[in-house]
């Protein structure tokens, strides 16, 4: 018996113990209400979905491989947990490994999703997988969730970016084939805010204004001959990068604007500071943004000193993310995403673990989601899906459909293809709300 597994329910015995109840008591339609899977049934992703649309999105993306075994799926009593110990967290029956110490405390604003599972164990094709929905191949680029987002919604009308990507950016799928103006803005650190944004010592504004006047004047004849979608893309993002430059929302970027108090919260690690500059861009309006947790890929040495600092930084951020959202009301009106490439191995001869893509774990919370539970569960040792197997294609349609998104929409690629948001996954009817 797996006693992590549950939803509002301690054990598998006591929801089979309701369940025949149920049966008994009741009649058979009761029984999909009291025992249905890890959470009470809702019926069909359609009818689970028609709530509010979350105003927001924050992805928090694990690059490396987040081991399962040591933060959100432990499996005290098997050989393959390793040295790593686990707690209690909220949640009765849902334990967590001990370096995720905060955000036990949070579990009932959670939905740990489990039995996530892959086939690919590749860094640079789990990511693109991840982002994306698809399989990376060379004919086309797909584009990321957040491009899907503003692309679906439409961009925000204003100067703040519709999409920001808080570390991350090599290799990001960014666009895809959709507009390159959906591009997320780069910012490269939390700490340092948007690079270039500041007019060059000595240079008034009317200065800057001439010269903005001259370079549009250069480019007209070069844009009327070509009339490149690309380069009218770019003069998009000129523009708007431009108009950032003069607007009241940079400040948004700034964390000098928060007290020592709450960036110590966060942590003052590359996690902390991003989740904060998170909160403050889909408090100032941002529809979309993506914060990057590197460095998971610990195949070698990793109890002692990089697992515990990576996921204690992890859980600092986000646990204090999810409590600052909730303080200002916002967890109401953001859908929150943690996501990872895959999972890890039982422990390696090196003391550490190895790529995994078999079973691994991901987390919603906030607006769209039911939460306070784990859905799914993989075996004993954590090495495969027990119940409830999720593809990476059904948890990201079931982002998309917390979101309120239009997953069961074919949109046509440049080469004539049809694509949708979360590539054509089934949502998990039992974890929207």
């Not at 692309?151 to 100067?159: F, L």
């Not at 947790?293 to 993310?321: C, R």
């Not at 550490?352 to 939460?371: K, Y």
Request: charged share 20%.
């Amino acid at each position: 018996m797996n006693p992590t597994v549950g939803w509002g329910e301690s054990a598998i015995d006591r929801r089979r113990f309701f369940a025949h109840v149920a049966r008994a008591a009741l009649g058979v339609s009761a029984v999909d209400w009291i025992s249905g899977g890890n959470a009470f049934r809702r019926g069909s992703a359609e009818e689970a979905g028609r709530g509010r649309q979350p105003n927001s999105v924050i992805m928090v993306f694990c690059s490396g491989g987040m081991t399962h075994l040591d933060t959100l799926d432990p499996k005290p009593g098997s050989d393959a947990q390793g040295p790593t110990k686990t707690i209690q967290t909220k949640t009765p029956g849902v334990l967590f490994g001990e370096h995720f110490q905060q955000l036990a405390g949070v579990s009932d604003q959670l939905a740990v999703v489990r039995a996530v599972t892959t086939k690919t164990g590749d860094h640079l094709d789990a990511r693109y997988l991840m982002r994306t929905s698809y399989p990376r191949i060379n004919s086309i680029l797909h584009p990321s969730f957040g491009a899907w987002l503003l692309h679906s919604r439409g961009k925000v009308d204003r100067a703040l970016p519709g999409f920001v990507l808080i570390g991350g950016q090599i290799e990001h799928p960014g666009p895809g084939f959709l507009d390159p103006t959906l591009s997320p803005m780069p910012v490269a650190s939390a700490d340092a805010g948007v690079a270039n944004v500041s007019r060059r010592p000595g240079v008034t504004p009317e200065e800057f204004n001439r010269r903005l006047s001259m370079t549009y004047r250069f480019d007209q004849a070069f844009k009327k001959k070509y009339r490149d979608p690309q380069v009218a893309a770019y003069d998009t993002l000129y523009r708007d990068a431009v108009r950032l430059m003069g607007s009241d929302d940079l400040g948004a970027f700034d964390l000098a604007g928060e007290s020592d108090a709450i960036r110590d919260a966060y942590g003052r690690t590359p996690e902390g500071q991003g989740c904060l500059l998170a909160r403050r861009l889909v408090e100032a309006g941002t529809p979309i943004v993506e914060v990057e947790s590197a460095q998971w890929d610990h195949h070698a040495d990793m109890f002692k000193k990089s697992l515990p600092v990576k996921a204690g930084a992890l859980d600092k951020a986000l646990a204090s993310l999810i409590k600052d959202l909730a303080q200002r009301g916002l967890l109401e009106t953001t859908l929150v995403v943690l996501a990872t490439e895959f999972g890890r191995s039982a422990v390696n001869v090196n003391a550490g673990r190895d790529h995994h893509p078999a079973v691994f774990s991901c987390v919603l919370a906030g607006a769209g989601v039911r939460v306070g539970g784990a859905y799914g569960a993989s075996d004993e040792d954590g090495h495969s899906p027990d119940r409830d197997v999720v593809t990476v294609e059904d948890f990201n349609t079931t982002v998309a459909a917390a979101a309120r998104l239009p997953y069961t929409e074919e949109f046509l690629a440049p080469n004539g293809r049809p694509f949708k948001i979360g590539g054509g996954g089934t949502p998990i009817a039992d974890l929207l709300a």
